[in-house]
């Protein structure tokens, strides 16, 4: 009696599933570290690019967080 190979559809569920746990721990690693930057945004006052950059940040936090929730769950 033999063991059949995997498929490729198993080989392409195992795949997704490794990219779906490391695209939430970057997420969720990302949403902590993010909030870090705004302080030094905040003191350097939020003039035009820096305004910019700092909506883009709480933007990219906002993802980040929705992403990363169910890390580790």
């Known amino acids: 009696m033999s063991i059949p190979a995997p498929t490729r559809l198993a080989s392409g569920e195992r795949l997704a ?3 779906t746990g490391t695209v939430e721990a970057a997420a969720f690693w990302a949403a902590i570290a993010i909030p ?3 302080p030094a ?4 006052g939020l003039d ?4 910019q950059l700092f909506v883009a940040l709480l ?5 980040a967080l929705a992403l990363g929730h169910d890390h580790k769950r």
């Open 17 to 19: 599933g490794l990219m």
């Open 36 to 38: 870090a930057t705004y």
């Open 41 to 44: 945004l905040l003191y350097s």
């Open 48 to 51: 035009g690019g820096t305004g």
């Open 59 to 63: 933007f990219a936090n906002a993802l």
